[in-house]
């Protein structure tokens, strides 16, 4: 069974840093394209940054960009995300999810940021 | 950026009926369209990918039309388990972008 399980997030101060983590288990972790995706409750899902199997590769949202850093340990099946100079409006829910041919085809239960002073 | 137009925002139905939502890509997506479901408290739920090809698991009562830039996904006969958040995305682009949702609620 596929499974996601995001941690890390919390309340921050502007200007502050988190980083998440996304533990993976039930498949080849290194197989597969990983993302965060951010979601502001009652509104729709936001794809923050992606990240190719062998961690060459990088994407970012251009919100994001030059902010966060996506990075992936397949030997310990875990992402990341490194947050930094946080600002109000990335309040959110963040998940991890596991992409195939363009679709997010597995997701975590997601964690809380809330960027407040 | 592709910018992915739900409608309606909300649809009202009773259980039993059909239910059509639509979903406008502001530039063609071929057929790069993805549906997704997300009731309270959880993560979405991959329900349709290639536009029109069911995720596994996914009843056949759920099924995805179209192609370019206007997209439907219709449920012939709401179950109570299918009043939900429903979203599209796409992904035909390197920026992979989601509408807004269309909120299906019990008429």
């Known amino acids: 069974e596929v499974q996601l399980v995001e941690s890390g997030g919390g309340l921050i101060q502007p200007g502050g840093s988190l980083r998440l983590s996304c533990a993976v288990s039930?498949?080849?972790?290194?197989?597969?394209?990983m993302h965060w995706v951010r979601q502001v409750p009652g509104e729709g899902p936001v794809w923050v940054s992606r990240?190719?199997?062998?961690?060459?590769?990088?994407d970012y949202a251009d919100s994001v960009k030059g902010r966060f850093t996506i990075s992936r340990d397949n030997a310990k099946n875990t992402l990341y995300l490194q947050m930094n100079s946080l600002r109000v409006e990335d309040t959110a829910l963040y998940y991890c999810s596991k992409s195939v041919s363009g679709r997010f085809e597995n997701w975590g239960q997601g964690t809380l940021v809330t960027v407040s002073s | 950026e592709i910018v992915m137009t739900q409608s309606p925002a909300t649809l009202s139905v009773s259980p039993g009926e059909r239910a059509t939502l639509s979903c406008r890509a502001s530039?063609?997506?071929?057929?790069?369209l993805v549906w997704y479901q997300q009731k309270p408290g959880q993560a979405p739920r991959l329900l349709i990918y290639?536009?029109?090809t069911r995720a596994t698991g996914i009843p056949a009562r759920f099924s995805g039309s179209g192609s370019g830039t206007e997209f439907t996904l219709t449920i012939s006969s709401l179950q109570s388990e299918d009043f939900a958040v429903y979203y599209c995305q796409h992904h035909n682009t390197w920026l992979w972008t989601f509408g807004q949702g269309t909120k299906v609620e019990i008429k």
């Open positions: 990240l190719n199997g062998d961690g060459s590769r990088t």
């Open positions: 290639g536009a029109s």
């Open positions: 530039q063609n997506v071929n057929n790069n």
């Open positions: 039930g498949f080849t972790f290194s197989d597969y394209y």
